[in-house]
């Protein structure tokens, strides 16, 4: 495996992420990942070099950091490079506050449960409008000062907002955003564009969430008759179980990226979920690693391969061309 650099933090990765959202998370009924499966598709991911882990204070509720803590156990903590997150409240009946008290309550609660003395990378899931993004930051400061974060980053949030906090970290000495974490995939570009832009100019390293569309672009559903929202699943699919999943995922563009998606696979002689996560990590303007979720090693082991697949430059503009119509008006979408 070759490994790249994330951004300006000077950590080596593989080119794709590891993200363990759907460990111990119950759907509609279902235990997507449950321990004995998310321990395989870890250890399966290690074997094939894979050494960057993402997770969140309340995956599986704490479940998902738990079970990584205890793999990690076996191993030399060092081979890896560690993301959580927080903003949802474990411990507070304030449910979603970047407090400095939250934060440094939901910093050890992580690292308690992921049996380490630091993180790699603690990322600030949604921004926090109540908190000063000042308060949060100084806290993270505190943080990385004793040792246990390394780096900064933050996920979803409006450009202006991400600018904010550089703006603050950088005015008050704090340690600033090296690393962001957007949802950004083939079909979703227009509403992240902007906070693109400001990563691309402050060298921060971008780990798309959700790559493929949660599953959408690797091809597996198909549309039922003209309509752009009733699809067909097959059974055991995040659509299946998920029922937010047409809300989030499907929509007119998405189904147009998809056909070139497929298009491209079929000439570079690859999967559409390999096409989707390569266009990602072939972005030109900032270095992106994308966090792909896989619920079986198969599919991790496909998505991995993803990472020896080559585009054109042809095909990688065919693929952000095809958001458009031939009056070059976007597709409807409804994310
Ligand atoms: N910061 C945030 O707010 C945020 C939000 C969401 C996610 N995340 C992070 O991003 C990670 C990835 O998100 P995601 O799970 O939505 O990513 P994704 O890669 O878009 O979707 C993953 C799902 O697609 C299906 N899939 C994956 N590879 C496949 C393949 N090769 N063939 C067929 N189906 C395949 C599987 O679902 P089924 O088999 O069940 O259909 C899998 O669970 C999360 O684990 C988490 O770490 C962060």
Redesign the pocket.
Known sequence: MEYRRLGSTGLEVSPVCL????FGKETGGVV?TARGDAHELLDAYAERGGNFI???NG?GGGDSERWIGEWLDDRDREDFVVAS?CFWSTVSRFQENLSKKNVRAEVEGSLDRLGTDYLDVL?L??FDDETPVEHTLRAVDDLVSDGKVHYVGI??CEAWKLAKGLWKADVNNYEAFSVT?P?F?AAYYEDVAEYLDVCADQDIAVCP???????F??G?YERVGDGTYDIDAPA????DFDEMFTDWYVSERGWHVLDEVRAVADEADA?P?QVALRWLMDQPDFDCVP??????V???D??LDAIGVSITDEQFDRIFEARYDEDGDLYETNA
């Open positions: 993200g363990t959202w759907r997507e993402d997770t969140a995956y997150k990322y899931h949604r996920s979803t974490q949802l995939h969430y959700s790559p493929l569309a949660g599953g672009l690797t597996k055991d699919t995040r659509a999967t979920a966090i792909v979720g896989a619920r079986t198969d599919q991790l496909e998505n």
